[in-house]
């Protein structure tokens, strides 16, 4: 079923900069946007969370940096996320999918660990010998371009939260409800345009939804970066 027309949104920026907008109103009514306290981070999940990332960044005034997550997929059908690991976090795991399908979470470590060379891949292909941000004591906004299962993002909240921000934020443009309901204990507040009961799939919600590759990860990186005057990653 596609949604509505008017919850479609033209592109990840456009849909960025309409998050943007209610992210600087959250900020704003806790007293926490940058006019008041330090400059927010925004750390976008790659990759399509990355040119939504941009966008809110501009819009609230914040740092843009990224924060990499990966799915852990069932062994035969690698597509099919049941977990998740983030940077420098722990595995995160979808207890009820796991058990679905007959599995113990003990099945999944050689995924884990592929998982786990891929992170470190991308780590070096977006960062180069960069050290990821520090995030203790700031207002960290993590953005994606949609939640559905959530798991890569709540991996990604966990991980954060062990650097003790001082206010921890998921948006993104789209986000199942139920999974809505998952991530809140991860974070401290979900924004969000719409969060439908009936989620069927996020590219429903965009009018141009096309795959993002490596390339277009770093060259947005670069752009943003480059203004910020952080080093480029070599």
Same mark, same amino acid.
């Given at each position: 079923m596609w949604p509505p027309e008017h919850e479609r949104f $033209?592109?990840?920026t456009a849909a &960025? =900069?309409?998050?943007?907008?209610?992210?600087?109103? =959250? /900020?704003?009514q806790i007293g926490m946007d940058a006019t008041r306290t330090h400059t927010p981070l925004v750390l976008a999940l790659?990759? &399509?969370g990355v040119p939504v990332g941009v +966008? !809110?960044?501009?819009? %609230?005034g914040a740092e843009f940096d990224l924060v990499i997550s990966r799915k852990i997929g069932l062994p035969w059908q690698s597509d099919h996320g049941v977990g998740a690991i983030a940077e420098n976090g722990p595995a995160v795991f979808d207890l009820c999918a796991v058990a679905a399908v007959g599995l113990r979470v003990g099945d999944l470590s050689p995924a884990v660990q592929r998982e786990r060379v891929e992170l470190r891949r991308r780590q070096e292909r977006y960062r180069g010998s960069r050290p990821a941000p520090d995030v203790t &004591? #700031?207002?960290?906004?993590i953005v994606?371009? &949609? /939640?559905?299962t959530g798991v890569? @993002? #709540?991996?990604a909240a966990r991980a954060l939260r062990a650097g003790k921000p001082a206010h921890l934020v998921? $948006? @993104?443009?789209?986000?199942? +409800?139920?999974?809505?309901?998952? %991530?809140?204990?991860?974070?401290?507040? !979900? /924004?969000d345009i719409y969060s439908p009961r009936e989620f069927h799939a996020l590219g429903l919600y965009y009018h141009e939804f096309a795959p993002l590759t490596d390339a277009h990860v770093q060259q947005m990186c670069s752009a943003v970066w480059d203004v910020q005057k952080v080093p480029t990653p070599v």
């Amino acid at each position: 079923m596609w949604p509505p027309e008017h919850e479609r949104f $033209a592109d990840r920026t456009a849909a &960025g =900069h309409r998050l943007g907008t209610a992210v600087a109103e =959250h /900020l704003r009514q806790i007293g926490m946007d940058a006019t008041r306290t330090h400059t927010p981070l925004v750390l976008a999940l790659p990759k &399509g969370g990355v040119p939504v990332g941009v +966008a !809110v960044a501009e819009a %609230i005034g914040a740092e843009f940096d990224l924060v990499i997550s990966r799915k852990i997929g069932l062994p035969w059908q690698s597509d099919h996320g049941v977990g998740a690991i983030a940077e420098n976090g722990p595995a995160v795991f979808d207890l009820c999918a796991v058990a679905a399908v007959g599995l113990r979470v003990g099945d999944l470590s050689p995924a884990v660990q592929r998982e786990r060379v891929e992170l470190r891949r991308r780590q070096e292909r977006y960062r180069g010998s960069r050290p990821a941000p520090d995030v203790t &004591g #700031r207002v960290v906004v993590i953005v994606d371009d &949609g /939640l559905a299962t959530g798991v890569t @993002a #709540r991996a990604a909240a966990r991980a954060l939260r062990a650097g003790k921000p001082a206010h921890l934020v998921f $948006a @993104a443009p789209v986000c199942a +409800a139920e999974s809505v309901d998952l %991530i809140a204990a991860d974070v401290d507040a !979900v /924004l969000d345009i719409y969060s439908p009961r009936e989620f069927h799939a996020l590219g429903l919600y965009y009018h141009e939804f096309a795959p993002l590759t490596d390339a277009h990860v770093q060259q947005m990186c670069s752009a943003v970066w480059d203004v910020q005057k952080v080093p480029t990653p070599v």
